[in-house]
Structure formats: C-alpha cells, structure tokens
C-alpha cells in the first residue's frame, strides 16, 4: 500500500519533459543573469528578478521542442540563482534554448524581450 504514492510519484517525475523539470528547479530562483558569452559582445547582459524571473521560468516551461537539426546556435546564457546558490545555466539564442542536447522553442517571446533589453545602450559593431 505504502509504494503505491511512491510508484505514482516516479511515473509522474520520471513522465515530465525535461524542460518542465528543470523549470520546476528553477522555481524558487530570485534572479537570472543573461549575458552574451561571444568573445566580441562581453558588454552585453542584464539581471532580471522578482516576477521577471518568473516569467523567464515560465517561458521554459512551456518551450516546444525543436528538430535537433535547427539552424541555430547559441551566444547567450541564462543563469539562475537563489541568494548565493547556482541553480543552472541555459543556452539560448533569440529565441530557442537548450536543455541537454534539445533545442527548445520559446513561444512567449519572453527570451526575445530579453535578448532585447540586454542590448539597450550598447554600442553596435560595424559589419
């Protein structure tokens, strides 16, 4: 009777989407950093908290999946912290993320909001 509750418990844990998972760790996160990790755009990051950060989650969360051949990759990381604790860093671009290997899609355009807000006042360079 006992292992009934944990039986349903690891159908449940073991049934969730990465993405959903790693969300669900990132709850309790009171700040994300989201900063460029391409040698020529150092200057570019910005700090969201409180109910950004919420919304950053969120947007993870209900990431669809994308083919693992997207043309696509990645400049920027997510990282998320609780006081002093590392939670996870996320790969991004744009819009796509990475959890593991797979490439998600952000369909609330929260990321590009992001990917915007960082590059607010910082110089453009020439092509």
Not at 57 to 66: D, M, N, P
């Amino acid at each position: 009777m006992k292992t009934i509750p944990v039986l349903l418990f690891l159908i449940c844990f073991c049934g969730c989407s990465p993405q959903k998972t790693l969300a669900h760790r990132l709850k309790g996160a009171d700040r994300a950093v989201y900063a460029c990790v391409l040698k020529d755009y150092e200057e570019v990051k910005t700090t969201v908290t409180g109910d950004d950060v919420n919304k950053v989650v969120e947007a993870i969360a209900h990431g669809r999946k994308l083919s693992r051949d997207i043309k696509a990759a990645f400049g920027f990381q997510l990282e998320f912290f609780k006081g002093s604790e590392h939670l996870a860093t996320i790969n991004t671009s744009g819009q796509a993320f990475w959890v593991g290997d797979t490439p998600y899609e952000d369909t609330t355009k929260t990321l590009k909001r992001l990917y915007e807000k960082a590059h607010e006042g910082t110089p453009k360079l020439s092509p």
